[in-house]
C-alpha cells in the first residue's frame, strides 16, 4: 500500500526510519528544516523544527527512543514513543513532553552516531568524539581524535571498543565508557570515506582502491 504525506517536501540525503515501537509504527523522516513522522497511512504524526538545511545523519531507535540528528550545529533529540504535535523546542527552551533530552548542537554534519552498551558515541566530521548517555542526554566526554583530520564515515563498535576511520586511512580504535582512552590507530594509508558493515562475524571495510573483509582468526 502506498501513502503519500501532507504538506510541501524538499529533498534530502536521509534515509527514512521505520520506527516500531510499542504504541505504532511510523515512518521518520528529516529534511531540510525539519524532522517529520508519519503513519503508515501517510498522515502527519509530529514534526520537530530546528535540522539543518542539508542534514545527512540518519534516525535510529536505541533503549526504547528514537534519536534524530538535526545535522552540524543543530539539536540532537531523544524522543518518546507516541508523539504528536509540535516537539520543537520553545522560545523558553523548554522541551515537549515527548522529548526526553536535548543537546542544542549535538547534531553533526556527515557521521551518525553509533549507539553501543547505553550510550551514543557522536563523531564530528572534524574529529571530535562526545559520549551522550543515551537514556538522560549526559555528556561523559569530548575529545579530539585527531588534529586537522576529517572523518566522513560513521564510528561503529563491538567487544567493548569505539572505531572511527578517517578520511586518511587512520582507525582510532576508543576504549567504550565513561572516560576516553585511546587504546590504538590502525593504518590503512588510503583515503577511505564508506561507512564499514559487520555482516556475521566479519568487518567489511572499503577504501579508494581495495575492498577488506576482517575477522577474528579464532
Avoid at 504504541?23 to 520537530?48: H, I, M, N
Avoid at 535540522?51 to 535510529?60: K, L, Q, R, T, W
Avoid at 542544542?104 to 564530528?124: F, H, I, N, Q
Avoid at 579530539?144 to 571498543?161: E, I, M, Q, V
Amino acid at each position: 500500500m502506498a501513502a503519500k504525506g501532507d504538506g510541501p517536501q524538499r529533498s534530502a540525503w536521509v534515509t527514512p526510519f521505520v520506527w516500531k515501537n510499542p504504541q505504532r509504527t511510523e515512518v521518520v523522516t528529516v529534511g531540510p528544516g525539519a524532522a517529520v513522522s508519519y503513519d503508515v497511512t501517510g498522515k502527519e504524526l509530529w514534526r520537530l523544527a530546528g535540522m539543518s538545511a542539508i542534514p545527512i545523519p540518519s534516525p535510529f531507535a536505541y533503549y526504547g527512543l528514537l534519536y534524530v540528528n538535526g545535522g552540524k550545529g543543530k539539536p540532537l533529540v531523544a524522543i518518546k514513543p507516541g508523539a504528536t504535535g509540535d516537539l520543537t523546542t520553545r522560545e523558553d527552551g523548554k522541551h515537549s513532553e515527548f522529548v526526553a533530552w536535548s543537546e542544542p548542537r549535538g547534531g553533526t554534519y556527515l557521521p551518525t552516531e553509533v549507539a553501543y552498551d547505553g550510550a551514543l558515541y557522536v563523531l564530528s566530521e572534524t574529529g571530535i568524539l562526545s559520549r551522550i548517555d543515551a537514556k538522560t542526554g549526559k555528556l561523559s566526554y569530548r575529545s579530539r581524535l585527531d588534529a586537522g583530520g576529517a572523518f566522513t564515515s560513521s564510528p561503529w563498535a563491538y567487544n567493548g571498543k569505539v572505531f572511527c576511520l578517517s578520511e586518511e586511512g587512520k582507525t582510532f580504535v576508543i576504549a567504550a565508557g565513561e572516560k576516553f582512552e585511546l587504546i590504538r590507530i590502525n593504518l590503512l594509508e588510503e583515503m577511505a570515506q564508506a561507512t564499514p558493515a559487520i555482516v556475521g562475524d566479519r568487518l567489511l571495510l572499503r577504501t579508494e582502491s581495495r575492498l577488506y573483509s576482517i575477522r577474528n582468526k579464532n
